[in-house]
């Protein structure tokens, strides 16, 4: 008897962990924003319309993407020098299936493209949520995923210090 | 032994199936570089003493002064100096640089060199070094305000006499 216990809760187990993937891919690891003066507005990316995101689930439960920024862009040659989190900007235009038929999944986005840019923080920020357009349910999204298209603006401050500065942008996506 | 069991699988169970939340993450760094900005400009660039008698002396010319701004935003401590490329000139007559002076004041919280009343050069001279925090300025820039004065000698020939100033700024 106590065998049979052991052995169920063993199964138990292994079929709790079996077969759960959850993945996100971005198509690009670095972006230039490229030279500009002080009191610019830019946008990125500069040679294409966006830059996308994927996410693939295996499981039929909803999941979330958000997105955070791990520290205000900095200045190389002055540490103590940054660009303010508000003028570094983010905008969601479009979630779609990649998966026939392709189903627009804009009902996911938090800030659809029509609220505009949203400016970065340090602490995450919302992005999709899977399982909200009604006629598509993307929480198991097999096998080509979830996009979710992003541009990034900048609102350089007009009285910036010169140089090159860098920062990291934080994709998350958890079930 | 059997309730124990399932009791403490029903923990385990319950205990499992919380820790199976998943997450995954990627990151992008981005970069940008913000341009240099070092300028220098005046509001006037002509300045006239008009018609002048040997011996005869003009103080504060021009009468509003002349406004020379500085921008950077280098992040660096920068100087403004000043000189003339050669003592008033006509043909062959000079009217020496010891006839010639500047005097002003700045707007800025720098330190101004000027002392009321001191020779033109043909060597740059500081006249105005940056403060803390005017190593960037943007977007206004730091203003410094110059003001002229010229005696001609008593026995300097006639002529229409020119010489030209430069403001430098320097890092």
């Not at chain 1, 049979?4 to 959850?22: R, T």
């Given at each position: 008897?106590?065998?049979?216990?052991?052995?169920?809760?063993?199964?138990?187990?292994?079929?709790?962990?079996?077969?759960?993937?959850?993945?996100?891919?971005?198509?690009?690891?670095?972006?230039?924003?490229?030279?500009?003066?002080?009191?610019?507005?830019?946008?990125?990316p500069l040679t294409r319309d966006h830059d996308t995101l994927v996410v693939i689930s295996d499981t039929a439960s909803p999941w979330q993407v958000k997105i955070a920024i791990l520290q205000p862009l900095t200045n190389s040659a002055f540490p103590s020098i940054t660009i303010p989190n508000d003028s570094f900007r983010w905008m969601s235009t479009y979630a779609g299936n990649k998966n026939a038929p392709y189903t627009n999944l804009g009902a996911g986005l938090n800030h659809p493209a029509i609220l505009g840019y949203v400016n970065f923080s340090t602490i995450d920020e919302l992005v999709y949520t899977s399982g909200k357009e009604?006629?598509?349910?993307?929480?198991?999204?097999?096998?080509?995923?979830?996009e979710i298209q992003f541009k990034w603006g900048m609102a350089m401050p007009s009285t910036q210090t010169a140089g090159t500065y860098t920062t990291t942008v934080r994709y998350t996506v958890t079930q | 032994m059997i309730k124990k069991l399932l009791a403490g699988s029903a923990v385990v169970i319950f205990l499992a199936g919380t820790s199976w939340a998943l997450s995954a993450t990627q990151q992008t760094t981005f970069t940008v570089t913000v341009t240099s900005v070092f300028e220098l400009s005046i509001d006037q660039g002509v300045i006239d003493f008009g018609r002048m008698r040997p011996g005869e002396t003009k103080w504060n010319i021009p009468a509003s002064a002349v406004n020379v701004?500085?921008?950077t935003n280098s992040g660096k401590p920068w100087y403004l100096k000043l000189s003339?490329?050669?003592?008033?000139?006509?043909?062959?007559?000079i009217i020496p640089n010891s006839n010639f002076y500047?005097?002003?004041?700045?707007?800025?919280?720098?330190?101004?060199?000027?002392?009321?009343?001191d020779q033109m050069s043909t060597a740059p001279k500081i006249v105005y070094a940056s403060a803390a925090g005017e190593e960037n300025n943007l977007p206004n820039g730091t203003g410094n305000h110059f003001k002229f004065k010229l005696a001609v000698p008593e026995n300097q020939a006639p002529g229409y006499y020119m010489t030209t100033v430069k403001f430098t700024m320097t890092e």
């Open positions: 008897m106590i065998k049979k216990i052991l052995i169920s809760l063993l199964i138990l187990f292994l079929s709790s962990g079996i077969g759960q993937a959850l993945s996100v891919s971005i198509d690009t690891s670095s972006i230039n924003f490229g030279t500009v003066a002080p009191g610019s507005w830019l946008e990125a009604p006629s598509y349910d993307d929480n198991n999204n097999l096998p080509a995923g979830t | 701004v500085a921008k003339n490329d050669s003592p008033f000139n006509s043909a062959n007559y500047w005097t002003g004041w700045t707007s800025g919280a720098g330190k101004w060199y000027g002392t009321a009343n």
